[in-house]
């Protein structure tokens, strides 16, 4: 189940409309989008893409994104945890990273520090089935792929040169991350 949990104040939800309120309010789009059709596990790329066009086709087109992609994480996988590593460093992008969660689940951590919210506010988003998530450039953020490493999603993307992390190096992930 989607869950935004603030581990300062120890606060969780699983509200929907709470959690897209909190984070539009901090600049991070949250919608939960449904498939035209159902979908199985067997179904590939282009599948994925088509039944969830209605949603994405008109959200690329408003914010100028060029293409999608579907990546897939799952637990048969060799080399789940360097690739766990790989997103697990708090990092920023110098373009919006755009996530819609066909299947499985993952955390998104942000950290908020700004001058909205107190000087640390870290807080985590278990995001599942159905989630999308628009996370604009410059916000600094991790993902982890534990405890499942099980993750579906469809990215999209103005480039790909964009996307490329930018560790920020600070270590606050690991006073959150789980070892
Ligand atoms: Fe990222």
Redesign the pocket.
């Known amino acids: 189940m989607t869950e935004l949990y603030i581990p300062k104040n120890e606060w969780r939800t699983n509200n929907a409309e709470e959690i897209k309120n909190f984070l539009t309010f901090r600049g991070i789009s949250f919608a939960r989008w449904k498939a035209s059709h159902p979908l199985s596990q067997e179904d590939n790329e282009s599948t994925i893409l088509k039944a969830y066009e209605h949603e994405l086709r008109p959200f690329m087109d408003k914010h100028g994104f060029q293409s999608a992609d579907v990546i897939n994480i799952h637990p048969k996988m060799d080399n789940l945890l360097a690739l766990r590593e790989k997103?697990l460093s708090e990092?920023t992008?110098s373009e919006d990273?755009v996530r819609f969660f066909v299947d499985g689940s993952g955390k998104f951590w942000f950290n908020l520090k700004n001058e909205i919210d107190d000087d640390d506010l870290v807080v985590c988003v278990t995001c599942t089935k159905g989630d999308f998530l628009s996370?604009p450039q410059g916000i600094k953020?991790?993902?982890d792929l534990a405890p499942e490493y099980f993750v579906k999603a469809i990215r999209i993307f103005t480039s790909k040169e964009g996307?490329v992390?930018q560790y920020t190096q600070s270590g606050v992930d690991k006073k959150y991350n789980q070892v």
Do not use: N, R
Request: net charge negative; aromatic share 40%; no cysteine.
């Open positions: 997103f990092h992008h990273e996370v953020h991790w993902f996307w992390a």
